[in-house]
């Protein structure tokens, strides 16, 4: 892994993603590489020089940063004629982030989803979010049998629903398998990715149980009045095209103390969301006075998302 202390060693050494890309090229061969990142073929033309042998975000030095931070604002006005801030959040000391969700009160009215569409800057076509919300069986918890693309008035009487998003895992199968380290792990729990670094490879999207990775295929289109113009590196800023994308529950608001958009548009309180290490904490009462579960708990990748149905 990159030392974020060592950054004036990694600096020197001249480490780009071209170089990563031919070290990945080394170690999958050929043909497997080719395939690989296939999808950087259109999108690498519309990439500048500056984007592409930038180094990777634990080795930028905070001049380098607020280079970087000013480019990305910078590109945003001439590509969707909207001013924006770009920041570096980075994590509070002494909080590890976390999700509750009560199901027994999610009527699957999708506005989570919509929020996080809007919040993130994702493109409009597509309607991408990084939320699925799941219609499923009650009685059932096989994320499998639900049903993404119900419709109709909701909630259905034989029905409940089950919003899924990144599970920030303590051991996350997606950043293991990255040939790059474009992505890993925070101290706040949160699972990022420097997309500036990502190849496009796809291997975390495969590796992720949740299905809570995104693929850009095209450059996102936004109006620019609909750009949210408070944006962070690692999380909302309009991400290139070609790359990787997920949740990090808004980390460009979290971090500063405020809550995640999916939260704030839940029209029932069926959201908990806090600071694990804190005992006074409202998701600290949610795990020791309900009887919480995880998805997929048999993989052992140790979610910091909860679930929980009222008794």
Same mark, same amino acid.
């Given at each position: 892994?990159?030392?974020?202390?060592?950054?004036?060693?990694?600096?020197?050494?001249? +480490?780009?993603?071209?170089?990563?890309?031919?070290?990945?090229?080394?170690?999958?061969?050929?043909?497997?590489?080719?395939?690989?990142?296939?999808? %950087?073929?259109?999108?690498?033309?519309?990439?500048?020089?500056?984007?592409?042998?930038?180094?990777?975000?634990?080795?930028?030095?905070?001049? #380098?940063?607020? +280079?970087?931070?000013? =480019?990305?604002?910078? #590109?945003?006005?001439?590509?969707?004629? @909207?001013?924006?801030?770009?920041?570096?959040?980075?994590?509070?000391?002494?909080?590890?982030?976390? !999700?509750?969700?009560?199901?027994?009160?999610?009527?699957?009215?999708?506005?989570? @989803?919509?929020?996080?569409?809007?919040?993130?800057?994702?493109? =409009?076509?597509?309607?991408?979010? !990084?939320?699925?919300?799941?219609?499923?069986?009650?009685?059932? %918890?096989?994320? @499998?049998?639900?049903?993404?693309?119900?419709?109709?008035?909701?909630?259905?009487?034989?029905?409940?629903?089950?919003?899924?998003?990144?599970?920030?895992?303590?051991?996350?199968?997606?950043?293991?398998?990255?040939?790059?380290?474009?992505?890993?792990?925070?101290?706040?729990?949160?699972?990022?990715?420097?997309?500036?670094?990502?190849?496009?490879? =796809?291997?975390?999207?495969?590796?992720?149980?949740?299905?809570?990775?995104?693929?850009?295929?095209?450059?996102?289109?936004?109006?620019?009045?609909?750009?949210?113009?408070?944006?962070?590196?690692?999380?909302?800023?309009?991400?290139?095209?070609?790359?990787?994308?997920?949740?990090?529950?808004?980390?460009?608001?979290?971090?500063?103390?405020?809550?995640?958009?999916? %939260?704030? @548009?839940?029209?029932?309180?069926?959201?908990?969301?806090?600071?694990?290490?804190?005992?006074?904490?409202?998701?600290?009462?949610?795990?020791?006075?309900?009887? +919480?579960?995880?998805?997929?708990?048999?993989?052992?990748?140790?979610?910091?998302?909860?679930?929980?149905?009222?008794?």
């Amino acid at each position: 892994m990159i030392d974020r202390q060592n950054s004036s060693d990694s600096e020197s050494s001249g +480490v780009t993603r071209r170089t990563a890309l031919k070290a990945v090229g080394a170690t999958l061969g050929a043909a497997a590489f080719a395939k690989a990142i296939s999808p %950087l073929t259109e999108w690498a033309a519309h990439e500048s020089i500056d984007d592409f042998l930038q180094k990777h975000y634990r080795e930028l030095s905070p001049v #380098d940063m607020a +280079v970087v931070l000013e =480019r990305i604002a910078q #590109d945003t006005r001439e590509d969707y004629g @909207a001013e924006v801030e770009v920041a570096d959040h980075r994590p509070q000391p002494g909080v590890k982030l976390g !999700y509750a969700l009560n199901l027994s009160i999610c009527v699957g009215c999708r506005r989570c @989803a919509q929020a996080c569409h809007v919040e993130n800057n994702h493109d =409009r076509p597509s309607g991408n979010s !990084y939320i699925r919300v799941l219609e499923m069986e009650k009685g059932s %918890l096989d994320m @499998a049998k639900g049903n993404v693309n119900y419709d109709g008035p909701v909630p259905k009487p034989d029905k409940f629903y089950m919003p899924v998003q990144c599970q920030q895992c303590d051991h996350p199968p997606c950043v293991d398998v990255c040939p790059v380290e474009a992505t890993w792990k925070e101290d706040d729990g949160i699972v990022v990715v420097d997309y500036n670094w990502c190849i496009g490879c =796809r291997y975390c999207e495969a590796a992720c149980p949740y299905h809570a990775r995104r693929f850009n295929w095209t450059k996102p289109r936004i109006p620019a009045a609909e750009v949210n113009p408070h944006q962070s590196y690692l999380s909302n800023r309009i991400r290139p095209q070609g790359v990787m994308e997920k949740c990090t529950y808004c980390l460009h608001r979290t971090r500063d103390g405020r809550l995640p958009a999916c %939260l704030e @548009a839940c029209p029932t309180g069926a959201r908990v969301f806090g600071n694990l290490l804190d005992p006074e904490s409202e998701i600290r009462w949610v795990l020791a006075h309900k009887r +919480v579960f995880v998805l997929k708990e048999e993989l052992g990748t140790k979610p910091s998302f909860f679930y929980f149905f009222d008794e």
